[in-house]
């Protein structure tokens, strides 16, 4: 990671990073001051290793203290039970407090309409999604919390939910370094597109991309240049035997446009690089967050950092990221008529514009600003190393 890279260049630091990988046995590289290990993928589980792996590498390396990154992965657990001295846990995202969001307050009961074959099979496919993919993780992740004496985080969210599910574990705050991509991107009034809109993601229900499209629709009628750029693939480009084509939420995404007569106004702009998502921030003319729940998402603290004017969802840690009328335009998460009116705004002030991208930028910087963040993370190892952890925070 960009962090890790920085720490490794410190002359009192020496790390080790571990990974599953499809290999037959374990593999030591030391490559740029960093000693990598690539771990061979459990027999049972490809997101899984074997004990004996873990018992390995921690016997190697034997370092002073353990940090595992995301509470989601199996192997996470394992090396959280086999290390006893101190381990720290990074968050990312959280299944916890994202579940409930996970089918973006679809309608799916309405949904269940044998009359719509392919919106009925979307529906059954999102609520087969939640119940067999994200259920049973729940239990896991809070296994894997309750090993960690200590967790990092970034937001009020994240701390809450870390708080509600191991009140004992010492809190630690550290935020993240961006792309270099955005660190040198400026947005500026005079390379907007008119009117664009640029969405980061619409893998998933919860991103509440279905939102901004209804949002969208309320526009169409008054900004008739209007165009909602989406990165990632056109759904309706999908090949036709395709299973995505038929179910999910790409399917529903392409039957939403079309019923809203927005085929003119949405680009699909594929798969983009850093320097591509970079290249969209500063030409749109407002950036939009429409999650129904993130914690700390990296296309809010890049689009900041670039200075495009942003409307965002009140959602999970965005709050902490940045606030109300001051850094951006906020709205409630499954509201599109005031997630219009806060574009609306923008679309018609460009002084409000300007102030938006100003103060963006200026919090940006601080919030993503590496040297800091390095510092934190630093701070963060002397005092989980030097004293156990006493809990609560």
Same mark, same amino acid.
């Given at each position: 990671?960009?962090?890790?890279?920085?720490?490794?260049?410190?002359a009192d630091?020496?790390?080790?990073?571990?990974?599953r990988?499809p290999?037959?046995?374990l593999t030591?590289? %030391?490559?740029?001051?960093?000693?990598y290990y690539a771990?061979p993928?459990?027999?049972?589980?490809?997101f899984?290793i074997d004990?004996?792996?873990?018992a %390995?590498?921690?016997?190697?390396?034997t370092?002073?203290?353990?940090h595992a990154?995301?509470?989601e992965m199996a192997?996470?657990?394992r090396?959280l039970?086999?290390w006893?001295?101190?381990k720290?846990?990074?968050?990312q995202?959280?299944?916890?407090?994202?579940?409930?969001?996970?089918?973006?307050?679809?309608p $799916? &009961?309405s949904?269940?309409?044998?009359?719509?074959?392919?919106?009925?099979?979307t529906?059954l496919?999102l609520?087969a999604n939640?119940q &067999?993919?994200?259920r049973?993780?729940l239990?896991f992740?809070?296994?894997t &919390?309750l090993?960690?004496d200590?967790?990092?985080?970034r937001?009020l969210?994240?701390r809450a939910?870390?708080?509600?599910?191991?009140?004992?574990?010492?809190?630690?705050?550290c935020?993240r370094?961006?792309?270099?991509?955005?660190?040198?991107?400026?947005?500026?009034?005079s390379g907007?597109r008119?009117?664009?809109?640029?969405?980061?993601?619409a893998?998933a229900?919860r991103k509440?991309v279905?939102?901004?499209?209804?949002a969208?629709?309320?526009?169409a009628?008054h900004?008739?240049?209007?165009r909602?750029?989406?990165?990632?693939?056109?759904?309706?480009?999908l090949?036709?035997?395709s299973?995505?084509?038929? $179910?999910?939420y790409?399917?529903?995404?392409?039957?939403l446009?079309?019923?809203?007569?927005?085929?003119?106004?949405v680009?699909?702009?594929?798969?983009?690089?850093a320097?591509g $998502?970079? %290249?969209q921030?500063?030409?749109?003319?407002?950036?939009l967050?429409s999650?129904m729940i993130e914690n700390?998402?990296?296309?809010l603290g890049?689009a900041?950092m670039?200075?495009?004017?942003?409307?965002?969802?009140?959602?999970?840690g $965005?709050?902490?990221?940045?606030?109300?009328?001051?850094?951006?335009?906020?709205?409630?998460?499954?509201d599109?008529?005031?997630m219009?009116m806060?574009i609306?705004?923008?679309?018609?002030?460009?002084?409000?514009?300007?102030?938006?991208s100003?103060a963006a930028r200026?919090r940006?910087r601080?919030t993503h600003?590496?040297?800091?963040n390095v510092?934190?993370?630093?701070?963060?190892y002397?005092?989980?190393?030097?004293?156990?952890?006493?809990?609560?925070s």
């Amino acid at each position: 990671t960009l962090m890790t890279d920085r720490l490794s260049a410190r002359a009192d630091f020496r790390i080790a990073v571990a990974m599953r990988a499809p290999v037959k046995t374990l593999t030591r590289i %030391e490559k740029n001051g960093i000693v990598y290990y690539a771990m061979p993928q459990s027999a049972s589980d490809a997101f899984d290793i074997d004990d004996a792996t873990v018992a %390995e590498v921690l016997a190697d390396f034997t370092p002073d203290m353990l940090h595992a990154e995301g509470s989601e992965m199996a192997y996470t657990r394992r090396f959280l039970r086999e290390w006893s001295g101190p381990k720290l846990l990074s968050l990312q995202g959280l299944i916890t407090g994202i579940e409930p969001y996970e089918l973006g307050r679809l309608p $799916v &009961l309405s949904m269940l309409n044998p009359l719509r074959p392919r919106r009925f099979a979307t529906a059954l496919a999102l609520m087969a999604n939640l119940q &067999l993919r994200y259920r049973p993780r729940l239990k896991f992740e809070r296994e894997t &919390l309750l090993l960690a004496d200590h967790i990092m985080g970034r937001t009020l969210w994240d701390r809450a939910h870390a708080w509600s599910l191991n009140p004992a574990a010492t809190y630690h705050h550290c935020s993240r370094i961006l792309r270099d991509a955005f660190y040198a991107a400026k947005w500026t009034p005079s390379g907007v597109r008119r009117h664009a809109i640029f969405l980061g993601n619409a893998a998933a229900a919860r991103k509440g991309v279905h939102v901004a499209m209804r949002a969208a629709a309320l526009l169409a009628p008054h900004y008739p240049d209007m165009r909602l750029y989406i990165a990632g693939q056109d759904p309706s480009k999908l090949s036709k035997g395709s299973l995505r084509r038929q $179910v999910g939420y790409p399917a529903y995404l392409e039957g939403l446009i079309r019923d809203l007569g927005l085929k003119q106004n949405v680009i699909f702009t594929g798969q983009l690089s850093a320097e591509g $998502v970079a %290249e969209q921030m500063e030409r749109a003319h407002v950036f939009l967050l429409s999650s129904m729940i993130e914690n700390s998402p990296n296309t809010l603290g890049e689009a900041m950092m670039v200075g495009t004017p942003t409307v965002a969802a009140f959602a999970g840690g $965005v709050p902490s990221m940045a606030s109300d009328e001051a850094e951006v335009l906020m709205y409630r998460a499954d509201d599109p008529a005031m997630m219009a009116m806060q574009i609306k705004r923008i679309f018609d002030d460009p002084k409000l514009a300007s102030r938006l991208s100003v103060a963006a930028r200026k919090r940006a910087r601080v919030t993503h600003d590496p040297d800091l963040n390095v510092q934190a993370l630093v701070d963060a190892y002397d005092r989980i190393t030097a004293t156990p952890a006493e809990g609560g925070s």
